[in-house]
């Protein structure tokens, strides 16, 4: 097959997005299929990866935030390059702004589309101080959604929240993880002596510094007695995080071996967001060996059982996680076990399986008798 991926963002910029799509690409060559990316263009970003060439188009940065790129093309641009391109299916990887206009387009070119929501868009508008623009956003996912010949969603409670709207089409399509990568053999006993010097237990949060992932709840946590609060990751909240907890140990921002190795070394994890359609650190951490607390909300519901790999608490009962943390610290035993299960409960999910089940999507889309109206 060959597949154009319109990407809402793209490299240079990485995030949880861009990360999937380069595993998918990834597959995508060593199966012999063909690939074109299409992401809006950036600064530094590159031509190809691997084989598969990269159309950019126009764009620019949104305002405070110059990572973030904005498309400023319409559907006759996207129309223009699949024609061009002629893939046999569209994948939308994030879709909002560049993927509603791509959408669209494959309409006009009758290329199947499949789109992949990854980001609660809407949802943030509240925690960015525009609750009024929430349902706005929900109209642009619903539109986006209901156009497309399928969607994929990565967790129940994304399926819920997209079927609730009256989207329908859909089909749950959990993220990989790089089990070789995240591993437990990657803790590291001088990483853990630099952070935690007098023996304390490690309670680690890795993802962005931003309003919607409530890092500044682990204030809570950061204060409590044989506790080490380690922050794993950069955002626009970075400053005013470093002041609130000033407790915590702030590691900035890791890629590669060096964040493999920070997450293995993390004793727990919390991770403290309301809105997360999946949750690929909490994944990653799995992966390593480690214990996650989170809120029992969207997709971490679907990677912690409860008692077992982790903890869920009530969302906003900071209580509630500050016990969960502390019955980990008090029982290193518990925390062993858990780790183990922790582990075990994420090895199935690897990156070619994950993307094997993806192809087999692409192919319902376009067989004869497949979504496509």
């Known amino acids: 097959m060959k597949i154009a991926l319109v990407a809402e963002s793209f490299l240079p910029h990485t995030n949880g997005v861009t990360h999937s799509l380069l595993r998918v690409l990834d597959h995508l060559a060593a199966r012999g299929d063909d690939a074109v990316v299409i992401a809006p263009e950036a600064?530094?970003?590159p031509d190809r990866v691997g084989d598969a060439p990269v159309v950019h188009v126009p764009a620019v940065g949104w305002p405070g935030y110059r990572d973030v790129r904005v498309a400023t093309r319409g559907v006759r641009t996207l129309a223009r390059v699949l024609e061009r391109t002629a893939p046999d299916v569209v994948h939308l990887a994030s879709p909002f702004v560049l993927g509603w206009a791509a959408v669209r387009a494959?309409?006009?070119v009758r290329v199947p589309a499949v789109a992949v929501y990854q980001t609660d868009v809407p949802s943030y508008a509240a925690a960015y101080g525009a609750p009024w623009g929430e349902p706005l956003l929900w109209n642009r996912v619903r539109s986006i959604h209901t156009a497309a010949d399928l969607t994929l969603a990565p967790s129940t409670a994304a399926i819920a929240q997209l079927g609730a709207l009256g989207v329908d089409r859909l089909a749950l399509w959990p993220r990989g993880v790089d089990t070789v990568r995240?591993?437990?053999s990657r803790r590291d006993a001088a990483l853990r002596a630099r952070w935690a010097p007098g023996g304390e237990v490690v309670v680690g949060y890795v993802g962005r510094l931003a309003p919607e992932k409530r890092v500044g709840d682990l204030a809570r946590i950061a204060r409590m007695p044989g506790v080490?609060?380690?922050v794993i990751g950069e955002g626009p909240e970075g400053a005013r995080l470093r002041r609130r907890v000033p407790e915590a140990e702030f590691a900035g921002f890791l890629g590669g071996g060096e964040l493999a190795r920070a997450?293995?070394?993390l004793d727990v994890m919390v991770h403290p967001g309301e809105l997360e359609t999946f949750g690929q650190s909490v994944q990653e951490a799995l992966a390593a060996g480690v214990p996650v607390i989170a809120p029992r909300a969207g997709g971490p519901v679907d990677l912690?059982?409860?008692g077992e790999n982790g903890f869920l608490y009530a969302p906003g009962r900071l209580d509630q996680m500050a016990h969960a943390v502390q019955s980990l610290v008090d029982d290193p035993y518990l925390r062993l076990l858990m780790g183990a299960h922790a582990r075990v409960s994420v090895e199935g999910r690897t990156w070619p399986r994950v993307c094997a089940t993806l192809v087999d999507h692409y192919r319902a889309?376009?067989?004869?008798?497949?979504?496509?109206?």
């Open 43 to 45: 600064p530094g970003a």
């Open 106 to 108: 494959a309409a006009a």
């Open 182 to 184: 995240f591993d437990p």
């Open 228 to 230: 080490r609060v380690v």
């Open 263 to 265: 997450v293995a070394s």
């Open 304 to 306: 912690i059982r409860h």
């Open 365 to 373: 889309v376009t067989a004869p008798t497949g979504a496509h109206r």
